[in-house]
């Protein structure tokens, strides 16, 4: 029997976020249709790993200078095991395309996040 749309997007926010949007300000409707279609269909597709799509998700989060979202998906690319360096390369060069200040602010945003998640880990050792 194959996974419903919702247990393969819950799937992917465990992987990604450690957990769902259980406890999210969205309305319900709108919080099904990030875990069905956004987590269920579309980072289900077969052209792009898991690990490139948080990438491109990253990068235009970038671009669009979403610091908010940042956060989330910058955690989640670490959950995914993507290095730091990566991340660091990958707001290099969105800062040529997208404009440097966006990339300023992102560099932010992933020190912030790299330090909160290194303090996490320290905590629960």
């Known amino acids: 029997m194959s996974e419903s749309k919702a247990e393969k997007g819950m799937a992917t926010l465990q992987r ?3 957990a769902g949007v259980r406890g999210s300000t969205m309305p319900p409707a709108f919080a099904q249709m990030t875990v069905e279609h ?5 980072w289900q597709r ?5 690990e490139e799509r948080s ?12 610091e908010a979202e940042q956060k989330i998906h910058f955690r989640g ?19 040529h395309y997208a ?7 992102g560099s ?18």
């Open 16 to 18: 990604l976020f450690g």
């Open 108 to 125: 932010r945003v992933l020190d912030e996040v790299w330090k909160a998640m290194d303090a996490e880990a320290a905590k629960s050792s």
């Open 55 to 66: 990438l491109v998700t990253c990068a235009v989060l970038l671009a669009l200078g979403r």
């Open 46 to 50: 077969p052209g792009l790993a898991l």
């Open 99 to 105: 404009g440097w200040p966006v990339s300023a602010s």
């Open 77 to 95: 690319a670490r959950n995914l095991g993507i290095p730091r360096a990566k991340l660091e390369e990958l707001l290099i060069h969105v800062a």
């Open 38 to 42: 956004l987590f269920g269909e579309v």
